[in-house]
């Protein structure tokens, strides 16, 4: 069964620090993988995509992709309290239609 | 970014009647709609798949008949709610994905509450 996981967390850093976030995959055949963020009450907002192995930045935000290892990771720099929301790790598996997301990590930014 | 559209943003129903949400892609063509499903602090559920044109695919344990969708154009796609029931009462999103990129884009969801 393809997975996508995800410590619930919640992950506490104080503002300004960096939030560390990650993603494991199951499907070693994955291609595209992405991150969500979702406020509570809303609906999943894209943040990030990422396609390769490497580093992509955007902003204060950094996606990590090691198909090697399956992982995924999202760095959030100068973390700000409006950061606090679920982080979602999605995964689209090869042959597939439908994302498979984790379950998600909460986030919470201290002032 | 691109922009998914959803109408209504919350409805109130009695129990046994339809509701009807609409889903639209406005600044692109999306070739595959999505339905979800969230209930308070839980994750999100899949619960149908559609293309355009064609009929939608349902995740299991979802009613297709219970839960009716319709991708009638590249930008619109349609869930009805049929004879809905106070355990319907959910938040209802809808994702669109353009045919170029496997991004998935969310509509602001639809919180439906069945009295």
């Known amino acids: 069964q393809k997975e996508v996981e995800q410590n619930s967390g919640p992950l506490s850093v104080p503002e300004g620090a960096i939030a560390s976030l990650n993603c494991t995959y199951s499907d070693r055949g994955s291609q595209s993988f992405f991150w969500y963020r979702q406020y509570s009450g809303k609906s999943p907002e894209l943040i990030m995509s990422?396609?390769?192995?490497g580093d992509k930045e955007d902003g204060r935000f950094t996606a990590q992709l090691n198909k090697a290892s399956q992982y995924v990771s999202l760095l959030i720099r100068d973390s700000q309290p409006s950061d606090s929301a679920t982080y979602l790790c999605?995964?689209?598996?090869?042959?597939?239609?439908?994302?498979?997301f984790g379950k998600g990590t909460t986030l919470s930014v201290s002032s | 970014g691109a922009v998914v559209s959803q109408h209504p943003s919350w409805v109130i129903c009695k129990s046994g009647t339809s509701v009807k949400i609409e889903c639209r892609s406005l600044d692109f063509q999306a070739t595959t709609m999505f339905w979800y499903r969230q209930f308070p602090k839980q994750s999100l559920m899949l619960m149908a798949t559609s293309n355009e044109g064609s009929k939608a695919t349902y995740e299991q344990g979802v009613e297709k008949d219970k839960f009716l969708i319709n991708h009638a154009s590249l930008t619109l796609s349609t869930l009805t709610v049929t004879s809905a029931h106070p355990e319907d009462s959910s938040f209802y999103i809808c994702s669109a994905r353009s045919g170029f990129t496997y991004e998935q884009y969310f509509g602001p969801g639809t919180r439906l509450t069945v009295t």
């Open positions: 999605a995964v689209n598996p090869p042959a597939g239609t439908a994302l498979i």
């Open positions: 990422i396609y390769s192995n």
